[in-house]
């Protein structure tokens, strides 16, 4: 079993920045790659950023240059660090894990509960 859980969520002024943590836990022996995903109120899931096991990272045209993932295989830890936040970067932060190549929600097995972000 494996689990997710996101942290570092909070509110932040527009031009601040947050970092988001997610701590996987369980069997984590097949979590290849591992993504972030945002949903705003009203709206449905937005891919934001990817990253795989040898640290390849991917990011949606909407962030790229203001956030950055990375990832502690040791630590079995997923970050991503959020730059110059806007207030469309409101939203519920998810991150989530594939024992595959993945890109779309439905291909990512694992998912955490969300981290909340609120830019004001």
């Known amino acids: 079993h494996v689990q997710l859980v996101e942290s570092g969520g909070g509110t932040a002024q527009a031009g601040g920045s947050l970092r988001l943590s997610c701590a996987a836990s369980g069997y984590t022996a097949n979590m290849n790659c591992m993504a972030w995903f945002r949903q705003a109120p009203g709206k449905g899931f937005e891919w934001v950023s990817g990253i795989n096991s040898g640290g390849i990272t991917y990011y949606s045209d909407s962030v790229k240059g203001r956030f950055t993932i990375s990832r502690d295989n040791a630590e079995n830890t997923l970050f991503l660090q959020l730059n110059s936040l806007t207030t469309e970067d409101t939203a519920m932060y998810y991150c989530?894990?594939?024992?595959?190549?993945?890109?779309?929600?439905?291909?990512?097995?694992?998912w955490g509960k969300g981290t909340q972000v609120t830019v004001s």
């Open positions: 989530a894990g594939s024992a595959y190549y993945a890109g779309y929600p439905s291909e990512f097995g694992y």
